[in-house]
């Protein structure tokens, strides 16, 4: 069992007083728009997917037990706002409850926490930088140069929302929830976000986004999905040894 929130409050107290140190998950995403073809929970699907796989790996590890906590749905989200199904919450908001949550857990014996993004939206990535070091907690920063070597041509290029990436990852973790038939008609669409943000552009149609994607998503795979989760859970569980060293 990974899921902290099926455990009983007898089995928490009882993960607190055993051999192996815990460490905790907390998986973050947004609701925003993804493209035509991909669902608004990409982000908060791939982070969770993330961890339960970082979990699984380490099930039997005999000095670190991984749980997993409920996934934090919402994020700082103004980029999408043109389009029907994003929701925001503001940057304050996001900090607050990030803090609270985390401190929440290390009143009670959880010290060790790492915080898990894959909604890259400046101002939210900006607040979790801020709200995890106020907590005390480690946050696995996929934008970091050093992460962001180990990850796809296209997540490196900056042109991967609802791209090839993002959609390679739904495929293998959740595929009733794209549309295949509509991704498949998507031409690609090259736009370097981290480029268009520093030139100003401050939402997806400014960017050149109307469709509220860039990247390639007709090229995305199962395959490679499977391949990129494989990638982000070592980067997972490095970072949950180095918080449990």
Known sequence: MTSFADLTSPQVADVLAGPRKPVLLLPVGAVEPHGPHAPLGTDEIISAGMCARAAARLADDPDVR???LPTLNY??????AAFPGAVSVSASTLHALIVDVC????AQGFSRLV?????????HVETLRKATAEAGVAYLDLVRRRNAARLTAEFQSGACHAGQYETSLVLADRPALVDTATMATLPPRPVDMPAAMAEGRADFLAMGMDRAYCGAPAAATDAEGRSTFDTLTDLLVEAIREVAS
Do not use: K
């Not at 401190?103 to 290390?106: G, I, M, W, Y």
């Open 103 to 106: 401190r929440s857990l290390a």
């Open 75 to 80: 994020g700082v989200t103004e980029f999408g």
């Open 115 to 123: 915080v898990v993004n894959n909604h890259f939206e400046p101002a």
């Open 66 to 68: 991984v749980l997993v």
